[in-house]
């Protein structure tokens, strides 16, 4: 229902109207845009219906007050609200008269506003039967006009959403900028589209929840996926705080940078492997142990090839080929007795215990 006062057009320019107060119901309604918008009930409970609005929305059409031309061209805008109402109406019926008129002006809507294309295509993706709205204003013209791509009508699905909706017709990105969307809308439109064919189901939910994924974001891309347990679950799932963080590494004697944003991910994957159960102190001592074991292996790699080596060279002592120390050897002669790949993996050894050890000595403190 709308409360307000009688109404009569003197002058439009296709987006808005000068008026005048009247005191007619009559012409009042004549300014309205459909039949059944123009109908309005008094004090007492009489219904004015001067268009058959109540014939029409029985018959589930939406029709233009009068000359649909003339209608549409007062407020080009109105091509919108025609498209919007029809898809209120279950499995609504189109007449051909007002197509015919739509198709006829709909560029008329290059006049129209971002913000008020918007304002409208908002309700209209939100709306019901909207895979067989959007063909109509496609058949019609309206949806290159307004710059809307709509490839794959028949996967969209009502969603109830309009950013929702935008997300499954191909990509519709740039519509962010057309349409002057919010900075949140834009945001999640991209989201979205980015991550429409990434399924989703339990863990995954709570894993992208404990990565910082706004809760809500999750929920529309379960929505968009028609998985409404998943939207469900993603905005009551209850996922902890991961338990380390950059000041725990620093008090290990880890120094900030790159290493440590490694370091941290790192951590946070072993957490999440967990199902979110081990702790702080779990983790910092599983990797510090780690370590340990890493450079203790190493160590004992490099230890077994250079008793390998050292016994190469000693069954030659006696040999007439036999080499000068290893130290004095040149690079060939190394290969040459100790065998090319055996060298080479002595040196990523060597070069990986170094590693390691460095490691321990700048990162763990005594304690551990």
Do not use: C
């Not at 009688?6 to 309205?32: M, N, P, Y």
């Not at 929702?164 to 002057?180: E, F, P, S, T």
């Not at 002669?333 to 321990?360: C, H, M, P, R, V």
């Amino acid at each position: 229902f709308e409360i307000t006062t009688l109404r009569a057009d003197t002058e439009t320019d296709g987006r808005h109207a000068e008026v005048e107060f009247v005191k007619s119901w009559e012409e009042d309604a004549q300014r309205r845009d459909l039949t059944y918008n123009a109908m309005s009930m008094d004090i007492d409970g009489n219904v004015y219906d001067y268009f058959n609005g109540m014939d029409d929305l029985q018959d589930k059409v939406s029709k233009f007050v009068g000359d649909a031309e003339k209608r549409i061209t007062e407020d080009y805008l109105r091509i919108l609200r025609y498209f919007r109402f029809q898809g209120r109406l279950s499995t609504p019926s189109w007449n051909d008269d007002t197509l015919k008129a739509i198709t006829t002006h709909a560029k008329g809507l290059t006049q129209i506003s971002a913000e008020r294309i918007w304002q409208e295509m908002s309700k209209v993706l939100a709306g019901q039967n909207v895979a067989n709205v959007l063909d109509h204003m496609t058949k019609t013209g309206v949806s290159k006009v307004i710059g809307l791509a709509t490839t794959d009508l028949n996967k969209i699905k009502d969603r109830g959403n309009p950013i929702i909706v935008l997300a499954q017709m191909g990509n519709n990105v740039d519509i962010a900028k057309r349409w002057r969307l919010s900075n949140t809308e834009a945001v999640l439109l991209d989201f979205l589209v980015k991550n429409k064919n990434n399924s989703l189901d339990k863990k995954t939910v709570e894993d992208m929840i404990a990565d910082g994924v706004d809760k809500e974001k999750i929920s529309a891309l379960a929505t968009l996926q028609g998985k409404e347990d998943m939207a469900d679950h993603a905005i009551t799932a209850n996922v902890p705080a991961f338990p380390v963080t950059g000041a725990d590494l620093i008090a290990t004697g880890m120094k900030p940078g790159p290493e440590m944003g490694e370091k941290l991910n790192q951590l946070k994957q072993q957490w999440k492997q967990s199902n979110f159960t081990a702790t702080k102190d779990e983790l910092l001592e599983g990797w510090v142990t780690g370590a340990i074991k890493g450079v203790k292996w190493v160590a004992d790699k490099v230890g077994e090839l250079n008793s390998k080596a050292k016994k190469a060279y000693d069954d030659k002592v006696d040999a007439p080929d036999k080499p000068e120390p290893y130290k004095k050897m040149s690079k060939a002669e190394k290969e040459a007795f100790y065998g090319k790949n055996d060298l080479k993996f002595s040196k990523e050894l060597i070069k990986q215990q170094k590693e390691w050890q460095k490691k321990l000595r700048n990162n763990i403190k005594d304690d551990y």
